[in-house]
């Protein structure tokens, strides 16, 4: 059974810094795309940044230079390194992954970027 377990949300000022992770298990990202999507009341959840199989990044033009998805195969868990945070980021950050074309998804994890 996949299960994904994000952490590393809360409250920042505007132009400060988060580290979400998601710990992964019944996959192994190292083989598996991995995700991260967020989420506002009222809107679609959106693709923030993504990670192929052989570890080629790609984000959303409105993150681009400020997050930076990564993983650690040997703890099977993927991250989003956050910077410069804004207030347009606040949501709820979920971690994806697909497994046998079924789509998995973490519980979330809250960011509020305000001062």
């Known amino acids: 059974q996949v299960q994904l377990v994000e952490s590393g949300g809360g409250l920042v000022q505007p132009g400060g810094s988060l580290r979400l992770s998601c710990v992964a298990s019944g996959i192994i990202v190292s083989i598996n795309a991995m995700a991260w999507y967020r989420q506002t009341p009222g809107k679609e959840r959106e693709l923030v940044a993504g990670?192929?199989?052989?570890?080629?990044?790609n984000y959303d033009d409105s993150v681009k230079g400020r997050f930076t998805i990564s993983r650690d195969n040997a703890k099977n868990t993927v991250y989003l390194q956050m910077n410069s945070l804004k207030p347009e980021d606040t949501a709820v950050y979920y971690c994806?992954?697909?497994?046998?074309?079924?789509?998995?998804w973490g519980q979330g994890t809250q960011v509020t970027v305000s001062s």
């Open positions: 990670i192929s199989r052989g570890a080629i990044p």
């Open positions: 994806n992954t697909a497994k046998y074309s079924t789509n998995y």
